[in-house]
């Protein structure tokens, strides 16, 4: 069953603007005429992807291709400038852990806040509160804001929301490596259990060895386009052929 669906996916986004943005120097620059408009740089090229219920799909390719931001578009993170995302199934997006978080306000009603925005009710949410402080070591910070928290605490607090549950899509940016030793080979653990199960999952990592042996498709992004897809063992392969001939070229 068709769980992912991208048809002619782009992306336009700003470059230097978007991370320095500043709204007086960008006044100034008008005063002075010599505003120019933000430089946009392509990042998704007309995607088109299907994934099916319970496939295990890496994601491959150099450092700005692409793969993270298709990650996002899939997740409803960013919005595609052109094409049409079609997703079916409750998503758990392991990329920016924590970034949905509102530091203002305490741990437990930011689980109440994530999940709903996972897609989870209330009452369900309710319910899982004390198994996901629990699994993230925060039982003694239930009432504190989440600002009080170090990186740390925040990024086990948002691994622990996104997987307490049984989502039927899981989204993994990069292997994680949350918190000390005992709580990775614990997050480890809970990862390890989705891929044998028939959840969906769609990594990114840059370990071609580990794509090969938990993967059983594999997308190949390049400069925003998918230059190649198939299985992972020839995916990896055909990309490893590519960049040591760049390399000795």
Not at 148 to 177: H, K, N, Y
């Amino acid at each position: 069953m068709e769980v992912i669906r991208l048809d002619k996916i782009s992306l336009w986004r700003r470059t230097q603007e978007e991370f320095s943005y500043d709204l007086k120097k960008t006044f100034l620059s008008i005063l002075e005429g010599k505003y120019r408009k933000p430089v946009k740089k392509l990042i998704l090229d007309n995607i088109d992807l299907i994934v099916n219920s319970g496939e295990k799909i890496g994601i491959i390719g150099a450092n700005g291709s692409g793969k993270s931001t298709l990650l996002k578009v899939i997740c409803g993170i960013l919005k595609p400038t052109s094409g049409l995302v079609r997703v079916r199934g409750k998503i758990a997006p392991l990329i920016e852990l924590g970034a949905g978080f509102d530091p203002e306000i305490s741990v437990m009603d930011n689980i109440m806040l994530y999940g709903v925005l996972l897609g989870f009710s209330r009452t369900e949410m309710r319910k899982r509160v004390n198994s996901i402080l629990e699994f993230a070591e925060l039982q003694d910070y239930a009432l504190i804001p989440v600002k009080a928290l170090s990186s740390g605490m925040v990024a086990r607090l948002g691994f622990a929301i996104a997987t307490d549950a049984q989502p039927d899509i899981l989204v993994l940016d990069e292997v994680l490596s949350v918190g000390d030793e005992s709580f990775k080979n614990k997050s480890q653990q809970r990862i390890e259990k989705f891929w044998n199960e028939n959840t969906t999952i769609l990594v990114v990592s840059h370990d071609l060895k580990f794509i090969e042996k938990t993967c059983n498709q594999a997308i190949w992004l390049d400069k925003g386009k998918i230059k190649f897809t198939g299985s992972a063992n020839a995916v990896v392969e055909c990309y490893l052929q590519t960049v040591n001939k760049a390399d000795n070229s």
